[in-house]
């Protein structure tokens, strides 16, 4: 119970120190980064089965498997994103810095208490909470493009909660009688008809929008106006990413997995959810590659990988929900490094365009092995993170003849090659020896390497993840 307070206040703890940036800066960033260490250890030593119970209040958490793997995802990229911010703060919206640790901690712990959730009442209030706290990270330039795009996410997140996903949570609790996630009773167990069940089902992928699911999948690429800590940090993990685990939850203690199974293998039941996906992974892929934004690229890039997990889930099998999970770890390692990546050449160089980046990069060649490293990993390269996960959920596709879902992660991995090579066969070019060349910030660059060490060194912690589900 310790371990779980401790992480979950661990951000909001961490705020306490913010006074100490006026007379040491340095000071306050050590502060923070060994309570995310602390953070870390305890999200390691969390003991699965635990649970916090408030019954008056319908406020229930318990830590499960999922939540256990998310808990420590979130906490280790707190620490590298604490790691980056140091370098990335000198650079942008110094006299707003207090804002923007205020929200982004806060909004960490709510995404820790969001995955924790213990039934459908808690979940969709965190869920919901984290909406308003976002908001304020992506307009926090204060320029016309950051509140057009916070005036989108507001739409597309909160519209979707309120009118699909809070009715979809009165349906279930009408069908089932119950809203918790360790009650036993399923949709499956009560025999509920799979055209209902299906339209359920629908109305939880579709609503839950944090997920990106068309027609709700614009939101996350309009965001690019956001600094990238918090593309990084929150869009890559602590918002898009507590989508994918409730939409797991969900899955498999309210309708269990063999009824997804069931539901999804008949076109009309839910099979037609595999096709809504699908489209939204190759179309945004298309988007990514033609895009010169290189902050965007990575966030249509984004949408389409959670497709992908949304894919996994919906094949409803033991299998496909262990390879849910794991992309959600290494995709969220990955693509937080090339948000990351993003951020330092907006930062050094004042760009973000593709174009004028492949000139930069034939002089920033140690940034281009990690966009190759990170880019490689997210399609699925043999023996990077994402090989595993992108390797579980193709051959449980083809096995459990859902060759649709297999063809469109086929296709996407594809064209994800084609728009992560495209920037990286740049640096193979001739230098300019007239260029001005600006070395890479020591804390940005010491953040690329624990990101880099964690997707090359994934075979040490990939089995003990599979060994949690077994």
């Known amino acids: 119970m310790t371990n779980l307070i401790t992480l979950l206040l661990a951000p909001i703890v961490t705020l306490v120190a913010l006074p100490l940036k006026a007379r040491s800066r340095k ?82 712990t709510v995404a820790c208490v969001s995955a924790c959730a213990g039934n459908l009442v808690t979940l969709f209030i965190f869920y919901f909470i984290g909406i308003p706290l976002t908001y304020p990270l992506i307009t926090i330039r204060g320029n016309t493009a950051a509140f057009e795009a916070g005036k989108l996410f507001l739409k597309q997140a909160a519209l979707p909660a309120i009118f699909i996903f809070l009715p979809a949570i009165f349906l279930t609790y009408y069908l089932i009688g119950h809203v918790s996630f360790d009650d036993g009773r399923t949709l499956s167990s009560m025999k509920v008809d799979p055209m209902l069940g299906g339209v359920l089902l629908a109305m939880f992928v579709i609503g839950i929008s ?75 892929s298309y988007r990514a590659l033609i895009t010169d934004d290189l902050k965007q690229r990575f966030a249509f890039s984004t949408v389409g990988q959670l497709s992908y997990i949304a894919l996994a889930i919906l094949v409803g099998t033991k299998t496909g929900i262990l390879a849910a999970t794991l992309h959600i770890v290494t995709h969220a390692i990955a693509k937080s490094c090339l948000f990351y990546v993003a951020g330092f050449y907006n930062s050094i160089y004042q760009t973000v365009s593709v174009k004028k980046i492949g000139l930069i990069m034939p002089h920033t060649r140690f940034i281009a092995l990690v966009i190759a490293i990170c880019g490689l990993s997210i399609t699925g390269f043999p023996f990077l993170a994402g090989y595993y996960s992108k ?41 300019d020896p007239d260029f001005s060349t600006r070395p890479v910030p020591t804390y940005m660059m010491i953040s690329f390497v624990i990101s880099i060490a964690l997707i090359v060194g994934s075979n040490i912690y990939v089995p003990y993840i599979i060994s949690m589900f077994q």
Request: glycine content about 6%.
């Open 210 to 284: 944090k997920n990106c699911v068309f027609p709700f999948h614009l939101w996350l690429p309009a965001t690019n106006p956001a600094p990238a800590p918090v593309s990084g940090l929150i869009h890559s993990v602590a918002t898009v990413k507590t989508g994918s685990i409730a939409l797991i939850k969900i899955a498999v203690y309210i309708f269990g997995i063999d009824y997804i199974h069931q539901l999804t293998s008949s076109f009309w039941s839910g099979g037609w959810l595999a096709y809504l996906c699908g489209g939204t992974a190759v179309y945004t």
């Open 27 to 108: 000071l306050f960033y050590v502060v923070a980064a060994v309570v995310s260490l602390v953070a870390i250890w305890c999200s390691v030593n969390v003991t699965i089965g635990l649970t916090l119970e408030f019954k008056p209040l319908a406020f229930k958490l318990v830590v499960d498997p999922y939540s256990k793997i998310f808990l420590v995802l979130i906490c280790c990229t707190w620490f590298i994103s604490i790691v980056y911010t140091y370098d990335f703060t000198k650079y942008h919206f110094q006299e707003k810095r207090v804002r923007f640790f205020l929200f982004l901690n806060c909004l960490l």
């Open 391 to 431: 390797d579980l959920m193709l051959i449980e596709e083809w096995n459990t003849h859902y060759y649709s879902s297999a063809v469109f992660l086929v296709i996407g991995s594809l064209v994800n090659v084609l728009y992560i090579v495209g920037p990286i066969k740049n640096a193979f070019r001739k230098k």
